[in-house]
């Protein structure tokens, strides 16, 4: 089972009541020398500078796990980007292999995303947002709480604050991290479980004042829904909305979380 899990065609459920029709683009960024495959979605037939929404997938995943949500917000009026995460799962079409990957190397992936994407033309830079999924929730929060002037807010969908405890328990002495292991069906390297051992994501995540959005199912097997509530507590201005009867990934209850997320959006623009 992976932490990611893709999600079907939302559109039947939201259509385009936004009433933006939107144009994509295959837009590559880069983290140093490192290559970062993603699409970027807009408002067609204006020209002027969006709010915008940065979407990062989950565990294993790719941008085919935020694309519908892409779609949702950039029918209501949101450019949007989603991209691979390097090494960031089997299917990513970004550089960089799984065993190369952790929640830092993501988090520096996201953090050029940004400032990439804060730069160009049609991007209202003083209203870009961060949506993340699981892992990606993880690393927005990671990225939020280093650059809190550049998030105009931050949204979280079940994300993975569980992570930091799973790597103790399944490795209690540090130096029995193997080089390589198979975990969720992705093969990852020995940086991976070193890098979440490195710091605490509740001491860093504080660091964000800004107004956040957490949504979580009460049966997410994976992500216990207590680690939502305790980042609830720690953040200065949080939000949490509980699904009931939702699972990891929302795939049974998908209309319910992704209006949440675009009303927050909606009312901080």
């Not at 807009?42 to 940065?54: D, L, N, Y």
């Not at 988090?107 to 804060?118: E, F, K, T």
């Amino acid at each position: 089972m992976k932490f990611s899990i893709p999600l079907p065609n939302l559109s039947p459920i939201f259509g385009n009541h936004g009433g933006w029709a939107f144009q994509t683009e295959e837009l590559r960024l880069k983290n140093s020398e490192r290559d970062i495959y993603g699409v970027l979605y807009r408002p067609a037939g204006h020209k002027r500078r969006w709010p915008t929404v940065i979407l990062s997938h989950g565990f294993g995943g790719c941008t085919g796990n935020c694309a519908p949500y892409a779609e949702i917000f950039a029918a209501h009026g949101f450019a949007c980007y989603v991209f691979d995460f390097c090494g960031g799962g089997a299917a990513s079409r970004s550089a960089g292999r799984t065993t190369e990957m952790s929640v830092l190397t993501e988090a520096a992936d996201l953090d050029a995303v940004l400032s990439q994407i804060r730069a160009l033309p049609c991007v209202d830079a003083r209203r870009v947002f961060l949506w993340g999924e699981s892992q990606g929730g993880f690393v927005s929060a990671y990225v939020a709480a280093r650059r809190p002037g550049d998030v105009r807010g931050l949204v979280l969908f079940y994300p993975a604050f569980v992570l930091q405890d799973a790597i103790r328990a399944r490795y209690p002495n540090p130096s029995d991290i193997p080089e390589t292991a198979y975990i969720m069906d992705n093969w990852i390297g020995a940086v991976y479980a070193r890098d979440l051992l490195s710091f605490d994501i509740y001491e860093v995540m504080g660091g964000y004042r800004g107004d956040v959005l957490i949504v979580h199912g009460d049966q997410d097997a994976l992500v216990p829904l207590s680690y939502s509530e305790r980042a609830r507590q720690v953040y200065a201005s949080a939000e949490l909305k509980v699904i009931p009867g939702g699972y990891h990934g929302f795939w049974n209850a998908l209309d319910v979380p992704a209006s949440m997320a675009l009303d927050f959006l909606k009312a901080h623009v």
